[in-house]
């Protein structure tokens, strides 16, 4: 049996868990491609329903629209509130899904949002989406670092049971939160700036505040993000490799930002639009951007047995990490 077979038999036979898709959070969504994760043999996915562009009022029509389709499937799909949930629908052979916030402009400054969001699904939300929010500072903003709001939000957030995440959020912001989180707090989707130097991408010192909080670091798929010198696969690899020597293996998880077209929203005309949020010295409008699939998965994992990996460690890559701060932190 060669690497990528044995990497196949792996994720057929652990959790996994991806902790960020990238579709355009829209009504419109044809959610039947959410196959695209299931034939992955993904179990778990976390969908986007919002980001700092959106209006709060389209972030809640979308996430009742997700949270009343999904539901309306119960041979396909789970809606997961809890950690146990999520072995439910593994053991019914669901997808388990939740849902997640790119950045606090959906909260409308009001602090008693946050637990509205938590009762429709979302267990993880961020700070800023790029640019910075009434929250905290965006990664390609001058950081305002985390605000009174933000602090708010971050007790609120202990005390429902939501993820703290602080990708798109700037470093400074990143790291007070992480100061002043009382449960772990996420990276869902943010790679190595040490492998490649973009402004999405985290330092060795954030990854490191993040290990101390108990928190995991999932990686992404972005071609921009990862590199482009080598196969995603590779570069991906390259990004675990990098967290894992850097932080330990029970730090390192999965978040690929992978979406497919939403007919009504083209997302490359909305990033055109808006360099504000993309800069164009970040690459953004350098041509198209690629994304590491799901279905890809074995590729990536094959290339970490060849690096020497063991079972239990990319079982824990996988999807066990992110399971056991969801089992500490989600209520």
């Known amino acids: 049996m060669d690497a ?10 652990s959790l996994v868990w991806d902790t960020h898709s990238g579709f355009m959070p829209d009504p419109a969504a044809d959610l039947d491609n959410l196959s695209i994760w299931s034939r992955a043999g993904v179990d778990y996915l976390s969908i986007n329903v919002g980001f700092d562009l959106m209006p709060w009022q389209e972030c809640v029509r979308t996430v009742a629209n997700f949270r009343h389709r999904i ?3 119960p041979d396909l799909y789970r809606l997961a ?3 146990d949930d999520i072995a ?4 019914e052979r669901r997808l388990a899904v939740s849902f997640d916030l790119e950045g606090m402009a959906a909260l409308d400054e009001r602090i008693e949002m946050v637990e509205f969001y938590h009762h429709l699904g979302v267990r993880q939300m961020h700070f800023a989406y790029n640019r910075n929010s009434a929250a905290g500072g965006g990664c390609h903003d001058e950081d305002c670092g985390l605000t009174a709001f933000g602090r708010s939000v971050i007790e609120e957030m202990n005390r429902v049971g939501m993820f703290v995440d602080v990708s798109h959020a700037g470093y400074r912001t990143s790291m ?3 100061a002043h989180s009382a449960q772990p707090v996420i990276f869902s989707h943010s790679n190595a700036k040490a492998v490649a130097p973009h402004g999405r991408n985290i330092t060795d010192e954030q990854i490191r505040a993040c290990a101390a909080t108990g928190g995991v670091i999932g990686v992404n798929g972005i071609d921009l993000m990862l590199g482009r010198e080598a196969p995603l696969a590779q570069r991906m690899a390259d990004h675990i490799d990098h967290i894992v020597a850097v932080a330990g293996p029970d730090h390192v998880g999965l978040g690929l930002d992978y979406g497919f077209p939403v007919e009504v929203a083209d997302i490359d005309e909305i990033v055109a639009k808006n360099p504000e949020y993309w800069p164009v010295e970040e690459g953004y ?4 951007i690629s994304f590491l699939p799901p279905g890809d ?5 094959a290339i970490l047995i060849e690096r020497g990996y063991d079972g239990d460690t990319l079982k824990g890559i996988l999807g066990g990490n992110f399971l056991r701060v969801a089992k500490i932190v989600w209520k």
């Open 88 to 91: 439910a629908a593994v053991a």
């Open 71 to 73: 539901i309306a499937r």
């Open 81 to 83: 509130s809890t950690a």
């Open 4 to 13: 990528e077979q044995r990497a196949s038999a792996l994720i057929e036979n």
């Open 297 to 301: 998965l074995p590729q990536v994992v």
């Open 285 to 288: 409008h350098d041509g198209s």
């Open 176 to 178: 007070d939160a992480m």
